[in-house]
């Protein structure tokens, strides 16, 4: 069990391993507490930047010097995934983009999160200043790219094939 949570945010009992709809879930025992963590995945708009006709890729603080990724960011309450993923990029880039489409939905075990990834756009004028949550960028011509294999990874496999078809 990866309980997010020790004890019930109700009524404060610690929680107990039980079975929940097929499933070992946290579950709170006290009596008239129904709590029970169901661990739902967080969602979260992933972003494959074209940029000056290179994809763009960014390295978060503190990651491997050479690890790098797609622009990410969780999506927020009453705001639509397209919306997100702009926001993102605007936030963590400096980028006004538009979006040219879906790639596709992921699911990210690790981080128990499911990442929308979009194809986005920016304008060639624009020039790429970096958050302060990242720690550096590159451009890299979409011949040269390379998937990776898992999370955004995925989104940068099936965004390369259909590039090719």
């Given at each position: 069990m990866a309980a997010a949570f020790v004890y019930c945010p109700r009524c404060a009992t610690p929680l107990q391993?039980?079975?929940?709809?097929?499933?070992?879930?946290?579950?709170?025992?006290?009596?008239?507490?129904?709590?029970v963590h169901w661990g739902n995945p967080l969602p979260v708009v992933?972003?494959?930047?074209?940029?000056?006709g290179k994809v763009i890729l960014a390295r978060g603080r503190g990651w491997p010097?050479?690890?790098f990724g797609l622009v990410t960011g969780f999506l927020e309450a009453g705001e639509t995934p397209e919306a997100g993923v702009l926001r993102e990029v605007k936030e963590e880039l400096?980028?006004?983009?538009?979006?040219?489409?879906?790639?596709g939905v992921y699911a990210f075990e690790?981080?128990?999160?499911?990442?929308a990834c979009w194809h986005v756009r920016a304008p060639d004028a624009q020039e790429v200043k970096l958050s302060d949550?990242?720690?550096?960028?590159?451009?890299?011509?979409p011949d040269k790219l390379r998937a990776w294999e898992?999370?955004?990874?995925?989104?940068?496999r099936d965004w390369l094939k259909a590039r090719r078809r």
């Open positions: 391993e039980r079975e929940a709809a097929g499933r070992t879930r946290a579950v709170c025992p006290a009596p008239g507490c129904s709590f992933g972003a494959l930047v074209e940029h000056r010097e050479k690890f400096s980028l006004d983009a538009e979006v040219v489409g879906l790639i690790l981080r128990n999160e499911l990442i949550e990242l720690e550096a960028w590159k451009a890299i011509d898992m999370g955004t990874g995925l989104a940068v």
